[in-house]
């Protein structure tokens, strides 16, 4: 069975930092393009980290420079510093096959085959 599962959320102060991991069972990520989505209450789920096959990146301005997306054959990583109130919401991991969805301007959350289930992290004093 191929899962993905997610560690490493919680609840940080303004400016803080967390690092989130999400390990895979049942595949390595190798040949994946992967990605970390969030979703906060009421808004739509939204792409802020992702790497494609070919290896390019993609981050929105709302994380650039403060979020960075890592990976080995088997984990993936969210680095995220600088962490604001705005960054509170629940954080998914996910894994696909295809490179389609994410783009230079864009990490569609309709790409992904494989999804983690999601990790609370709130950013409040």
């Known amino acids: 069975q191929l899962q993905l599962v997610e560690s490493g959320g919680g609840l940080v102060q303004p400016g803080g930092s967390l690092r989130l991991s999400c390990a895979a069972s049942?595949?390595?990520?190798?040949?994946?393009?992967i990605g970390w989505f969030r979703q906060a209450p009421g808004k739509e789920r939204e792409g802020v980290s992702c790497?494609?096959?070919?290896?390019n990146t993609y981050y929105p301005d709302s994380v650039k420079g403060r979020f960075t997306i890592s990976r080995d054959n088997a984990k993936m990583y969210l680095q995220m510093n600088s962490l604001k109130p705005e960054d509170t919401a629940v954080y998914y991991c996910a894994a696909a096959r295809q490179s389609w969805f994410i783009t230079n301007s864009y990490c569609s959350p309709y790409g992904p085959d494989y999804w983690g289930q999601g990790t609370q992290v709130t950013v409040s004093s």
């Open positions: 049942g595949f390595t990520l190798d040949n994946y393009a």
């Open positions: 790497i494609a096959k070919d290896g």
